[in-house]
Structures are given as C-alpha cells and as structure tokens.
T-cell receptor, first 113, second 112 residues
Framework: DTAVSQTPKYLVTQMGNDKSIKCEQN?????MYWYKQDSKKFLKIMFS???????INETVPNRFSPKSPDKAHLNLHINSLELGDSAVYFC????????????FGQGTRLTVV | SQKIEQNSEALNIQEGKTATLTCNYT??????LQWYRQDPGRGPVFLLL?????KEKRKERLKVTFDTTLKQSLFHITASQPADSATYLC???????????FGKGTSLLVTP
C-alpha cells in the first residue's frame, strides 16, 4: 500500500486551463503539505494543513486553491494555468506540525504549454 | 529571513571514500534538523532526524552532526557506494512548527 499517493503523475495542459491534483495518505497523519519543486530543484512549501484546517499559505497566488475534504486528503486546484506553473508538485504528510519525518508522494509533473 | 543553505555544487567522490555534506541555517531556532534523500523522478525520503541536544547521530553508514552554536549540520556517508548517488536535502521546521522547509540540496555522485 502506498503511504502517500498523488494523481496524476504527469499532467500536460494549455495555458489558461484549470486542473486539479489529488493527494491521499493512509498513514493517519494530521498534517499534510503541498510543495512545488521548480526546474532548479528547489523544494518550496506552498501550503500546510493540520486536521483539515489551512495553517500556512506561503504567498502562493490565489489561483492555487487547496481543499481538504478530510484528514486523509489534500487536493490542489489550479485556475488559469500559466507557463510559470510548470514544475513538479509534491504532496507530503507527517504525524503533526512537522515534528517528525515527512512522507512524500511520488510527485506530479505539471507542464503548461 | 530564514535561510537554509547547502552547497549547490555537486559533490563527486570515489567509491569507498567518505562524503561530507554541509547544511547551514540562519534565523531558525530549531529543536531538530532532518536529512532527506531524493532520487531523480521521486519524492524525498527521510533519512535521519537529530535533536538540538544531540551532537551526533548514526544510522548504518550515515552520520549526522548538529552544532546549534555554529548553526550547522554535517552529513557524512562512510564507505560510499555508487548507489548513494542522489540529492541530499536538509530540512528544518519553521519557528511556528507548521512548515517543514528545505535547503536546495546537494547532488552527490559516487563513481566506481
């Protein structure tokens, strides 16, 4: 069983489209994150959720809207996609408040053309 | 602002040697520091966590040191193998504890 799973693994779309990435964790963790890894490989935190509540929004454009229907899921919806949104997006979870190891999904490679 | 700095240049070493990677940080008051490994096309994988009151931690061929005075952690891989080739990331929790922030990583290449 995959601990943190993301879908889709690859996403190619045109500028201006709206797309979603889904994330599920079966570890029973309270905290979930979204990260963006750009072409320079820098892993930057976007959002942090704790028990379905948004805790941190790291100055991400409001075209990005995370949604957590329950503690095990954290989805990312992106409106009006731009070329600069092309990156690998990682979902991660940890037991609580980043106090221990984080478990990452396999990533979603988003390409905006 | 908070910064986590890792040597951005790739580290190339010969098999069997010890690899040493550096992580320096500013404007953090970390209770602990973590190291992760990332392979191409994969998500980061947790390796080790060291607490502020621990000077050193070991796991098999891995050793991590943590100097809160120097604001630095060193990550060592002894008897390195080609399979150790990957990018290694240092991570710290934000002062609020709600975000886990990463350095840019150091790419390690171990050649036979």
């Amino acid at each position: 069983d995959t601990a943190v799973s993301q879908t889709p693994k690859y996403l190619v779309t045109q500028m201006g489209n709206d797309k979603s990435i889904k994330c599920e964790q079966n570890l029973g963790h309270d905290t979930m994150y979204w990260y963006k890894q750009d072409s320079k490989k820098f892993l930057k935190i976007m959002f942090s959720y704790n028990n379905k509540e948004l805790i941190i929004n790291e100055t991400v454009p409001n075209r990005f809207s995370p949604k957590s229907p329950d503690k095990a899921h954290l989805n990312l919806h992106i409106n009006s996609l731009e070329l600069g949104d092309s990156a690998v997006y990682f979902c991660a979870s940890c037991p609580g408040q980043g106090t221990t190891e984080a478990f990452f999904g396999q990533g979603t490679r988003l390409t905006v053309v | 602002s908070q910064k986590i700095e890792q040597n951005s240049e790739a580290l190339n070493i010969q098999e069997g040697k010890t690899a040493t990677l550096t992580c320096n940080y500013t404007n953090y008051s970390p209770a602990y520091l973590q190291w992760y490994r990332q392979d191409p096309g994969r998500g980061p994988v947790f390796l080790l966590l060291i607490r502020e009151n621990e000077k050193e931690k070991r796991k098999e061929r891995l050793k991590v040191t943590f100097d809160t005075t120097l604001k630095q952690s060193l990550f060592h891989i002894t008897a390195s193998q080609p399979a150790d080739s990957a990018t290694y990331l240092c991570a710290l929790a934000s002062n609020s504890g709600y975000a886990l922030n990463f350095g840019k990583g150091t790419s390690l290449l171990v050649t036979p």
